[in-house]
């Protein structure tokens, strides 16, 4: 028995439409979600590499002052 094309199939053709609709809400909703995780971590690792450099930066700045300040002189004139 073949079936002759009736309106039976012409709903199946709109719950494909929504069932694609769907899946494309989805799949921004998924890609989206990938760019603000991607995007967190990048500035998460950004701000603790210019924390870093801060701290180190002032490490070495207070270490060259103690060094000028303690020795009281140029390294020209102890040679």
Known sequence: MR???TAHDE??????AL???A???VGL???GSLVVWALHA????????????LIV????????RVRKSVGGSDRRQLR
Do not use: E, H, T
């Open 57 to 64: 930066g002032g490490v070495v700045f207070i270490a060259g």
């Open 29 to 31: 909703f998924v890609a």
């Open 3 to 5: 079936r002759s094309p």
């Open 23 to 25: 899946l494309v809400v």
């Open 42 to 53: 990048l500035f998460g690792v950004l701000f603790y590499v210019l924390i870093g450099a």
């Open 11 to 16: 709903g199946a053709g709109d719950v494909k």
């Open 19 to 21: 069932v694609m609709a």
